[in-house]
């Protein structure tokens, strides 16, 4: 079983930075890789950004690509979302994962933190 809880979250203007934080806990070992994602009320949740501790080069929705950046510390424990240029449509309530296992040569998200909320205003 592997714990997340993400951190960092609150209410800016647009233009704005914001950096997430996802702690980790439990079996941690067998994680292949993490992600964010995010869910704007009456939305779908959508891919953000993930990362493969195996391939090491991030990955970034179209969305985001350029102003937000994935990264992790040294000891794999706590990974990261900075969030740049914040627009209005960036709001949502934003959540880490861990990826357990690939498919079809996609990382496969089984844990999931509680959510942090990005608000983002004009």
């Known amino acids: 079983q592997v714990q997340l809880v993400e951190s960092g979250g609150g209410l800016v203007q647009a233009g704005d930075s914001l950096r997430l934080s996802c702690a980790a806990s439990?079996?941690?070992?067998?994680?292949?890789?993490m992600g964010w994602f995010r869910q704007a009320p009456g939305k779908e949740r959508e891919f953000v950004a993930g990362?493969?501790?195996?391939?090491?080069?991030?990955y970034y929705a179209d969305s985001v690509k350029g102003r937000f950046t994935i990264s992790r510390d040294n000891a794999k424990k706590v990974g990261f979302l900075q969030l740049n240029s914040l627009k209005v449509d960036d709001t949502a309530v934003y959540y880490c994962?861990?990826?357990?296992?690939?498919?079809?040569?996609?990382?496969?998200?089984?844990?999931w933190g509680q959510g942090t909320q990005v608000t983002v205003s004009s």
């Open positions: 994962a861990s990826a357990g296992a690939v498919r079809s040569g996609q990382l496969q998200y089984d844990y």
């Open positions: 439990g079996r941690t070992l067998g994680s292949l890789g």
């Open positions: 990362i493969s501790w195996v391939v090491g080069r991030p």
